[in-house]
């Protein structure tokens, strides 16, 4: 079935006016469709807005690794985070070239590894949309040790709460479609950046990718995401430094069990002036908000 191209401004981020890594074109991340809708006891005809989902596929040093269902923004970031997450990339020096090829579908990156960390990721498959993730690669996950920290950092309650109602309310593609999770890094002072993906370990994958590729040190930063935290979000957020992940939502026993062990903080249900703290020694939690450094808006 057809339907109506829905255009959008979103080619700039809302938080730091910096231009995105690539510029999408805005026919390519929605799409209305006619729809017969139910309310109320009675039928009627409206059109709807959906998020569009595209396959791309990853090749490393001409190798093809797998394909990825996404939502076709900051692809470069998706894909290097992904490998930052799988544990593959530690230096931004390790990557030679990345091309993003539109037309074919393919991201292709050239990396300078051995052949062992590249044995990491030389699996071919499939990965959806439907937050899969990563799981194929990173079960190992679970038997990794305690990471290495640095100092902790301090952050208050009322700021967790701000800036997951700042993710909350991004005007982007949730915002037309319901249909699309987001994901942000965010400081004492701001929210620096926010990607969208129909996946919510994609939309990490961006904003792990925005951060290597920024040279934006994660150690003492907020990961947020509108998705459960599962044991993939959390192994994400370790591999990348990350001491602290944050959902409006839940988070798995297996989550949290391995937060526990690799020594990563989890909040969930940040939203309506209150959350829960699964605190694991990463970061050093105040209720009272520092007036001084964290002025209201």
């Known amino acids: 079935m057809g339907g109506k191209i829905v255009k ?7 938080f730091t006016g910096s231009e995105t890594v690539d510029q999408t074109e805005d026919s390519e991340l929605t799409q209305q469709f006619p729809v017969t809708r139910f309310s109320d006891g009675s039928f009627s005809n409206r059109l709807i807005t959906l998020a569009k989902e595209t396959p791309y596929t990853l090749f490393v040093n001409d190798e093809e690794i797998l394909s ?33 090829d539109r037309f074919s579908r393919i991201v292709s990156i050239e990396v300078n590894l051995p052949e062992d960390q590249l044995g990491k990721i030389k699996k071919k498959g499939m990965l959806t949309s439907g937050c899969a993730g990563g799981v194929v690669f990173s079960v190992e996950m679970a038997l990794q040790p305690k990471r290495d920290t640095g100092p902790v950092p301090t952050f208050t309650a009322d700021l967790i709460l701000k800036r997951m109602k700042e993710l909350d309310t991004f005007k982007g593609v949730y915002d037309l479609t319901r249909g699309a999770h987001a994901a942000a890094v965010a400081s004492v002072d701001r929210t620096i950046a926010i990607r969208e993906d129909i996946g919510r370990h994609n939309a990490i994958d961006k904003i792990i990718g925005y951060c290597f590729l920024g040279g934006i040190d994660p150690s003492d930063k907020i990961l947020l995401t509108t998705g459960r935290i599962t044991s993939e979000a959390a192994s994400k957020a370790s ?5 602290i992940i944050v959902s409006r939502s839940s988070a798995s026993s297996t989550a949290v069990n391995i937060a526990r062990q690799v020594g990563l903080d989890i909040v969930t249900y940040a939203r309506a002036g209150r959350f829960n703290f699964f605190g694991h020694g990463a970061v050093n939690l105040s209720p009272v908000l520092d007036q001084k450094r964290n002025s209201p808006d």
Do not use: C, H, M, Y
């Not at 593959?88 to 993003?100: G, H, N, Y």
């Open 68 to 100: 990825i269902a996404t939502l076709p923004t900051n692809l470069e970031d998706l894909f290097i985070g992904f490998l930052v997450s799988e544990g593959v990339l530690t230096d931004p020096s390790e990557i030679l070239a990345t091309r993003v």
């Open 8 to 14: 959008k401004n979103i080619g700039r981020d809302q």
């Open 239 to 243: 591999r990348s430094k990350f001491p």
